[in-house]
Nanobody, 125 residues
Framework: QVQLVESGGGSVQPGDSLRLSCTASRRTFSSNAMGWFRQAPGRERELVAAISPTDSSDDPSTYVAASVKGRITIFKDNAKPKVYLRKNRLKPEEPAVYYC??????????????WGQGTQVTVSP
């Protein structure tokens, strides 16, 4: 059973930065791709960033959605093991629930099979 636990959500002000973290088992980290999704009210869940377990010349090790490129960084600490999402310059229209997810295989592309419970991010003055 794969378990993912997110933390770091909460209420922030516009322009603030935020770092979310996701804890997974060490076995999951070594063989699975990890992704961060967000779901805003009334909208579908979307992938905002992902990271593969290994580098590949055909498949970059990280992915960041075009809509947030330049404001989001995904990185991981294999020793802990945790995967982080750092988001800068948050906007008032960006409240959402952020989910950590994982899938088997070396690519971040495709269907994610396991999900965390989600962490709420609220942006307000």
């Amino acid at each position: 059973q794969v378990q993912l636990v997110e933390s770091g959500g909460g209420s922030v002000q516009p322009g603030d930065s935020l770092r979310l973290s996701c804890t997974a088992s060490r076995r999951t980290f070594s063989s699975n791709a990890m992704g961060w999704f967000r779901q805003a009210p009334g909208r579908e869940r979307e992938l905002v960033a992902a990271i593969s377990p290994t580098d590949s010349s055909d498949d970059p090790s990280t992915y960041v959605a075009a809509s947030v490129k330049g404001r989001i960084t995904i990185f991981k600490d294999n020793a802990k093991p945790k995967v982080y999402l750092r988001k800068n310059r948050l906007k008032p229209e960006e409240p959402a629930v952020y989910y950590c997810a994982t899938k088997e295989g070396s690519t971040w592309r495709g269907l994610y099979e396991y999900w965390g419970q989600g962490t709420q991010v609220t942006v307000s003055p």
